[in-house]
C-alpha cells in the first residue's frame, strides 16, 4: 500500500479539483457512474460554478431527451422554476426515474444562471438522448423489436454525433455524466459468447468508444468508486481492486480524491473482477484513464425518492412506456411501481451487502 498512499499525499487533488484540471488538456470528460448514487449527483451540482468559472459551460446528462432540449433550456434560464415542468421533462425520457438528485440538477444550473449578469452566457445542461418508443416491446431483445424502440438509431451514435454537432465542433468543452459503460473511451468490455474460443467477445460500441476513435486526446473518461463484476458470479464485488482503493483511502481518512490512472502508479493496481477475463494481468488503467473516490462503498446512499413524480400523470403512460420490461417487469398499480422505484436506490440490497 506505500507506494499508492505515497502518491496521493503527494499529487491530492478534490474530485473538484481533478476534474476541471483534467479540462486543461481535454474537450470532453465522461463520468462513469453506477446510476442513482446520491454522492456522485451531489459532487456534479457543486462542480457547475466551478465549471463555468473554467470556461466550461455545458454538461451533458444520458437521462434527458433531446426533442426536449428547448424545453430544458428555457427552463434553467427562466425568471421562475418549474418543479413541474423538470418532472415533465424527465418523465418525457424515463417514466421510472423518480429520483430528486437528477432534477436537482436542472434547479442548480437555473439558481447559478440566475446569479450571473442578464447578458452573460448562461450554462447549459445537455440532453445526450431521445425518447424511445417501449410501447409494445414484448420483452424479447431482437434486431426488428430494437429497431421500433430505438427508432431514430443507435442510442451510442446517435449520442457521439450530438456530442460532436453541438460540442466538438464548435470549440466548446463538455462534462459528460453516464452510466459506467457508455464511457469507456478505449476499453472494450467482455460479454458472453458461447461460440467464441474463450467464450467470451468484447463489446464496443459505447459513447465514449465512438468519441475516442474519432477524437483521440480530445476525450477523457473518469470512473466513479463502484463496485465491479463479479467473475464467477457477475454480481456486484468490492474486492480486488476496488477493496484495494478502500483499504488506501482508508489510510487518508476517506477524503474525496481524484486521480489519474494513465501514468501513474495509481494504474498498477491489479484487479480480478470480470472486465479482467482478457489479461493475464489487468489493472484499473486499461478500464479507465481517471478515478474518482467520493466515499466508501458501504457508505455510499442511493438517491432519493420524488413522490410528486407521477402527478397528474396517467398510470396507464407509465406501464405503456416502462423501459426494459425483460429486466423489470411492467409494474401492476402504483403501490408496485414505487416499491420498483425504492428498491433500485436501496444500495445494501442492490451491492448485496444485506
Not at 437521462?63 to 421562475?80: H, P, R, V, W
Not at 478515478?291 to 466508501?296: A, L, N, Q, R, V
Request: proline fraction near 4%; hydrophobic fraction near 35%.
Amino acid at each position: 500500500m506505500e507506494k499508492y498512499i505515497k502518491y496521493l499525499k503527494e499529487n491530492f487533488l478534490t474530485p473538484e479539483q481533478y476534474i476541471i484540471s483534467k479540462f486543461v488538456e481535454h474537450d470532453v470528460i465522461l463520468l462513469g457512474e453506477d446510476h442513482a448514487v446520491k454522492s456522485n449527483l451531489d459532487l456534479c451540482i457543486k462542480l457547475i460554478p466551478l465549471l463555468y468559472k473554467a470556461g466550461i459551460y455545458n454538461f451533458g446528462m444520458e437521462f434527458g431527451a433531446s426533442e426536449d432540449q428547448a424545453d430544458l433550456d428555457k427552463l434553467i434560464t427562466g425568471e421562475n422554476y418549474d418543479e413541474m415542468e423538470e418532472r415533465r421533462l424527465m418523465f418525457n425520457y424515463n417514466v421510472k426515474w423518480a429520483y430528486n438528485e437528477y432534477t436537482d440538477i436542472y434547479k442548480a444550473a437555473w439558481k447559478f444562471n440566475r446569479s450571473l449578469p442578464k447578458d452573460a452566457k448562461k450554462f447549459r445542461i445537455l440532453n445526450l438522448s431521445y425518447i424511445y418508443n417501449w410501447e409494445g416491446f414484448s420483452g424479447m431483445r431482437t434486431p426488428i423489436n430494437f429497431k421500433k424502440i430505438f427508432h431514430k438509431g443507435n442510442i451510442e451514435a446517435f449520442r457521439a454525433n450530438l456530442v460532436e454537432r453541438e460540442i466538438l465542433s464548435k470549440d466548446e468543452k463538455l462534462l459528460i455524466l453516464t452510466g459506467t459503460p457508455h464511457a469507456f473511451t478505449k476499453f472494450k468490455n467482455p460479454i458472453f459468447d458461447g461460440n467464441a474460443d474463450q467464450f467470451f467477445i468484447l463489446q464496443g460500441g459505447w459513447l465514449g468508444n465512438r468519441l475516442y476513435e474519432k477524437f483521440g486526446s480530445r476525450i477523457f473518461n473518469i470512473i466513479l468508486h463502484q463496485p465491479a463484476m463479479n467473475i464467477n458470479t457477475l454480481l456486484p464485488d468490492t474486492t480486488s481492486g476496488i477493496k484495494t482503493i478502500e483499504t488506501i483511502m482508508k489510510s487518508l481518512g476517506n477524503k474525496p480524491v481524484g486521480f489519474d490512472l494513465l501514468n501513474t502508479v495509481m494504474g498498477d493496481i491489479p484487479d480480478d473482477s470480470y472486465n479482467s477475463i482478457l489479461y493475464k494481468a489487468f489493472t484499473l488503467k486499461e478500464m479507465s484513464d481517471g478515478y474518482i473516490f467520493t466515499k466508501p462503498i458501504k457508505e455510499q446512499q442511493g438517491c432519493t425518492v420524488d413522490y410528486s413524480y407521477l402527478e397528474g400523470k396517467n398510470f396507464e403512460e407509465v406501464q405503456n412506456n416502462w423501459p426494459d420490461n425483460d429486466w423489470n417487469p411492467i409494474p401492476k398499480d402504483e403501490d408496485n411501481y414505487w416499491n420498483e422505484v425504492e428498491s433500485y436506490v436501496d444500495l445494501r440490497k442492490r451491492y448485496l451487502m444485506e
